[in-house]
């Protein structure tokens, strides 16, 4: 932190800093309060039946559409996963919206790519290929917030000096309000696995992972050719972003709401309050309107454009293959047979979190030649010229991926959460 000179022959000087910090004290907990609220109402907004929040959402859609013609703008769905496809569909098909649809559909599972094809998703080109990304920032690992935080601490400088310090003492400066212990800091196991390059400074004992961490790679693989492409048609976009997936999307929608006009950024995710089972019971609907005949719609409409050669036919359900199906449980609760969510392929936030078999280990029953390839050979070390994979990574999480694995560090016991 910024050490405060003390002026002891002027007598005001202590007064005037003592002000300034009962002043800092009460912004603090004004934004406390803010935020309790916030919080407060959308828990509320979560807590609507399922049938109400669709009719929210329906409304929020159109909000925006509108908004978006008074401004002068266009509007269009950014697609990815489940979540995403569904909205495409509520919004042309509930709502009654034909709306364009973009994605990096390179970047998803080959199943989804399917559905992308069969709802004339348009394709947009990442900016550089997931192994460059890789190689050159770093493993999309933990999580995106605290990827961004050990990325600062394995790149340090001038500029970043102040958020370094938060991130491994908690102490914030003015923009964090002075906070003590804050969650800018990471938890005990990960200081320890990745922090170890500021141990003469601290006088810790962490240790320096053998490879990069970064959370750059959704960047660049998908958001900044979705915005490129955003500005090249004068288009903002609807989102399928849920509070309930947690991170840093739950306090961006808990802070903005569904519907947000920003400066730079605006954009719509109608579906910020439902919770799980609400956009399970939404996909269940709109995969019986896709199995009731609009799948042959859709057929038709792609034989005309050219899209779709004749014999040829779309996926019989809108549920990428990659999540399973969509089934009940005996409390009546819907899940998905296979994946709960997915992403990239080489994508490793949450991966931590999850029992065996997970991500990793159901791409190799899917496709054993791409599980090696990014287990052992997407990297290539700097210094001794070896190729390497998220072997690497996961071994050094604690995170089991082989039949027989090496001995792995296991930081969760000795080092629980904050």
């Not at 098909?93 to 034909?98: N, T």
């Not at 997936?245 to 739950?250: A, D, I, K, S």
């Amino acid at each position: 932190m910024e050490q405060q000179v003390f002026d002891f022959v002027n007598l005001e000087e202590p007064e005037e800093l003592d002000e300034r910090s009962a002043e800092d004290k009460e912004r603090l907990e004004e934004w406390k309060r803010n935020k309790k609220e916030a919080r407060a109402r959308f828990s509320a907004m979560q807590a609507l039946p399922y049938e109400v929040k669709k009719k929210r959402a329906v409304r929020r859609v159109i909000e925006f559409v509108e908004e978006m013609d008074n401004r002068d703008c266009n509007a269009h769905v950014s697609v990815g996963g489940l979540d995403s496809i569904v909205l495409l569909m509520f919004i042309r098909h509930v709502v009654g919206l034909d709306v364009p649809a973009i994605s990096v559909s390179s970047a998803e599972d080959k199943s989804i790519q399917r559905m992308h094809k069969a709802l004339g998703v348009h394709p947009v080109k990442s900016i550089k290929s997931k192994v460059e990304v890789i190689q050159e920032f770093g493993f999309p690992v933990i999580s995106k917030r605290i990827a961004g935080k050990i990325d600062l601490l394995q790149h340090p400088t001038e500029d970043n000096e102040t958020v370094r310090h938060a991130i491994i003492t908690g102490e914030c400066g003015e923009q964090g309000h002075f906070a003590k212990n804050s969650r800018m800091q990471l938890p005990k196991k990960w200081l320890y696995l990745f922090a170890g390059m500021a141990n003469e400074k601290y006088g810790t004992e962490y240790l320096e992972a053998p490879f990069l961490v970064s959370n750059k790679c959704c960047y660049y693989i998908k958001e900044k050719p979705c915005d490129d492409w955003a500005r090249e048609h004068n288009s903002y976009p609807f989102l399928g972003m849920m509070a309930s997936e947690g991170g840093q999307r739950e306090e961006a929608l808990v802070d903005h709401g569904c519907n947000y006009y920003g400066k730079t950024v605006m954009r719509s995710a109608p579906f910020a309050p439902f919770m799980r089972q609400d956009i399970l019971t939404l996909a269940v609907e709109m995969d019986t309107l896709w199995k009731n005949g609009l799948r042959e719609q859709y057929e038709e409409r792609a034989r005309e454009e050219g899209r779709l050669a004749a014999g040829e036919h779309f996926p019989e359900s809108i549920i990428p293959t990659i999540y399973g199906t969509i089934e009940k449980k005996e409390d009546g609760n819907l899940y998905t047979t296979l994946a709960q969510r997915t992403g990239c392929s080489m994508c490793g936030f949450g991966i931590h979190m999850e029992e065996r078999p997970h991500r990793f280990d159901r791409l190799r029953e899917r496709d054993y030649k791409e599980w090696h390839f990014w287990m052992y050979e997407c990297c290539t070390d700097p210094d001794l010229g070896e190729k390497y994979g998220w072997d690497r990574a996961l071994d050094w999480i604690g995170v089991e991926w082989e039949d027989y694995p090496a001995v792995q560090i296991n930081m969760f016991k000795d080092f629980p959460e904050n």
